[in-house]
């Protein structure tokens, strides 16, 4: 009996079986927590105007934010949206980019943020950058298979033996991954930047 092709269907069986448990549970929660906002947003929004305490009020539209750092006034505004939904997860991703308060009943970013070209040119350069460690990423999984020759020459010019390498390879795994992950979320948020802008542009429009 060959012992060793057992343990690897088992442990292959295992890891099949533990990868569908987190798939299950992440699909469980996600839906758990989108009834939990249901059943606030509905209790909150359908109360509202019977409501007389500030803090109640205050609190209410915080749960509703999923954020107590919000000004309460942005909040009913992006609720005014017409995907409100969408427009309240943008704004949880990008408020960072955004003043505190309203000014001339609009969003406003904050000054470093104001130029399109600056926020133009920070996409690009995340764009780059993105591209540029993930190219990094792929040649360090590549590297127990084939070490391209401008790494083989950097390495012996450096004076590093093999165990040097491996941990180069290492170090600039771990840092390329955290790298790449930081600019693909700096993306993501000029990405929600640009759908609120388009969402405010359209919920002015209609009023």
């Known amino acids: 009996m060959d012992y060793e092709l057992i343990f690897k269907l088992i442990a292959a069986l ?40 500030k803090f109640v009020i205050e609190k209410g539209y915080q749960a509703i934010a999923g954020s107590d750092r919000f000004d309460i006034d942005v909040i009913k505004h992006l609720l005014l949206f017409p ?10 991703m990008a408020h960072s980019f955004f003043k505190e308060h309203r000014e001339n009943g609009r969003l ?12 133009r040119g920070m996409v690009l350069f995340h764009a780059i950058k993105y591209w540029l460690f993930g190219m990094a990423v792929f040649y360090c999984f590549l590297s127990p298979f084939f070490i391209p020759d ?10 590093f033996d093999q165990s ?7 170090f600039t795994l771990v840092i390329s991954v955290y790298i790449a992950i930081s600019s693909l979320y700096k993306l993501a948020q000029y ?7 388009d969402q405010e542009s359209q919920w002015l429009n209609f009023k």
Do not use: H, M
């Not at 401008?150 to 004076?159: D, E, H, N, P, Q």
């Open 191 to 197: 990405y929600c930047v640009r759908r609120l802008f």
């Open 108 to 119: 406003k970013f904050k000054w470093r943020f104001k130029s399109v070209w600056v926020r």
């Open 83 to 92: 995907n409100p939904s969408c427009a309240l997860n943008d704004y949880r």
């Open 164 to 170: 040097q390498q491996w941990f180069f390879i290492a």
């Open 14 to 53: 295992v890891s099949l079986a533990s990868f569908w448990f987190v798939v299950l549970n992440f699909r469980f929660n996600n839906r758990k927590k989108l009834i939990d906002e249901y059943t606030v947003a509905k209790a909150f929004l359908e109360d509202l105007d019977d409501l007389k305490n």
């Open 150 to 159: 401008f790494a083989k020459s950097i390495f012996f010019k450096l004076g």
